[in-house]
């Protein structure tokens, strides 16, 4: 029961402060439709754009979708892997008060984010840490996280970085050998000057990060090799949950004593020692994305009943009108 009246509270907040924001439709959309699973978890999909947000596609995402059709039956979370879903069923819906987190690097403001869910639908906080100018202008027009336009490494200092030029281009890199300029694709590096986690997170007077999303292709251990895991003092710092694409920061967050964890079709995940996630607190096991299936064709059904918008919905009844006729011919 507490945790339905959490999750009440948490959904009811979110909306009421959400409604004048572009991304309203899409959270109050998705928002009702993880609600309503509260009993029965599932996840939306992902790795999709947000139709309604009309953003642009381009290559082979964009062509797809545009032969198939896309009905979009479930508002779809917007992280690469489901970072944003697995952040929702097993921490933010018990919350009672939003969080704070630090997204290294942010990349696009939106596509592929890990923390545009968490800001956008919950009012989370945080500091969205992006070295490459292709990204900025949408992140400070369509986010309310705190831009660093910055690189960050094991110190102050100048590196060679190979910067994608357009939004769903890739992360940039860090140039640290000639393999690295062929995975550029005939791109020049360019000169960069990098400033330490530590300091960064020492000017925004950051103690405490709910969330951390790394994923700086292989450069986190000299992100994080400045950075002091609450050990108190006036740069200790304590993060409770770690979301990373690749093992590469695995050694740094276990000489930390972080649990860690290794999930199917999901980054890794470390859990600082002693931190229980509000779903464990509520007597349940932690929840996976391989362990829980997609939204049933009930909940499908009931996303359509709760569209906000006439011109999607007619859309789909169209669609679903053409299907019955070449059925029945």
């Known amino acids: 029961m507490v945790g339905l009246l959490a999750l ?10 959400l409604m004048a924001t572009p991304a309203a439709k899409w959270c109050a959309e998705l928002l009702a439709v993880q609600a309503s699973a509260s009993n029965k978890p599932c996840h939306a999909s992902w790795r999709s754009i ?54 290294l690097a942010s990349n696009d403001a939106m596509w592929a984010s890990n923390t545009y869910f968490l800001e956008q639908c919950l009012g989370w906080r945080g500091l969205c840490i992006e070295p490459n100018p292709v990204h900025h202008e949408r992140i400070r027009a369509e986010r309310k996280c705190t831009l660093v336009p910055s690189c960050v490494s094991d110190a102050a200092k100048t590196i060679e970085m190979i910067l994608p030029d357009s939004f769903h281009g890739g992360a940039a890199r ?3 050998q000639q393999s690295d300029l ?58 409770d949950v770690v979301s990373a694409e690749t093992n590469s920061s695995a050694a740094y967050w276990r000489a930390g004593n972080y649990r ?9 995940v470390f859990l600082r020692p002693g931190y229980q996630m509000p779903i464990e607190e509520a007597g349940k096991p932690i929840l996976w994305p391989a362990e829980v299936p997609t939204c049933s ?8 009943a709760r569209s906000m918008d006439p011109v999607m919905a007619a859309a789909i009844r169209a669609k679903e009108a053409r299907a019955k006729a070449k059925a029945r011919v």
């Open 260 to 268: 860690h964890y290794s999930p199917k079709g999901m980054e890794q």
């Open 50 to 103: 947000i139709p309604n947000a009309n953003r642009p596609l381009h290559g082979g995402t964009e062509k797809t979708l545009r032969m198939t059709g896309y009905d979009r039956d479930v508002p779809n979370f917007v992280s690469q892997w489901g970072q944003d879903w697995w952040i929702w069923q097993n921490h933010a819906q018990y919350r009672k008060e939003p969080g704070f987190f630090v997204d």
């Open 8 to 17: 009440a509270y948490v959904v009811l907040a979110s909306l009421s402060a």
């Open 297 to 304: 064709a009930e909940l499908k059904a009931e996303s359509k």
């Open 182 to 239: 062929r995975l550029a694709r005939n791109k020049k590096p360019v000169q960069m000057e990098c400033r330490t986690l530590r300091s960064i997170l020492h000017e925004h007077k950051v103690k405490h990060i709910d969330f951390m999303s790394l994923d700086i292709e292989g450069h986190e251990p000299e992100a994080m090799s400045t950075l002091k895991l609450d050990h108190g003092g006036e740069h200790g710092v304590t993060i």
């Open 174 to 176: 860090v140039v640290k």
